[in-house]
């Protein structure tokens, strides 16, 4: 399994960017998958998650803000951030478990893809 998130960049606070990540393996449309994050001199936290059916999990930092949707036909997962927020200043990751259940554990993930780093100006 092979992921990439793309799509980061710079956006003024209150503003919306759209995080989309790419994947090649059969296991992808099977298995539940998550978006992380690490700030600079911070530790990787948890974002949200989405099963295989569409439900869906987020960090209390995150509810409201942000929204995780994936397109098992393409493969894709993407993540709709609005209203974001000088502290949402990140490098994001997608990643992909081996288990359909939810987790906001890092360590439960098996495959993780190279980070985008999403910017946010106040």
């Known amino acids: 399994v092979q992921l990439q998130a793309f799509g980061g960049g710079l956006v003024q606070a209150g503003g919306s960017l759209r995080l989309s990540c790419a994947a090649s393996?059969?296991?992808?449309?099977?298995?539940?998958l998550g978006w992380f994050r690490q700030a600079p001199g911070k530790e990787r936290e948890f974002v949200g998650s989405?099963?295989?059916?569409?439900?869906?999990d987020y960090a209390d930092s995150v509810k409201d803000r942000f929204t995780i949707s994936r397109d098992n036909a393409k493969p894709t997962m993407s993540l709709q951030m609005n209203n974001l927020k000088p502290e949402d200043t990140a490098v994001y990751y997608c990643?992909?478990?081996?288990?359909?259940?939810?987790?906001?554990?890092?360590?439960?993930?098996?495959?993780w893809g190279l980070g985008t780093l999403v910017t946010v100006s106040s």
């Open positions: 393996g059969h296991t992808f449309n099977t298995y539940a």
């Open positions: 989405v099963t295989r059916t569409g439900t869906t």
């Open positions: 990643a992909q478990r081996r288990s359909v259940y939810l987790s906001s554990i890092s360590r439960d993930y098996a495959y």
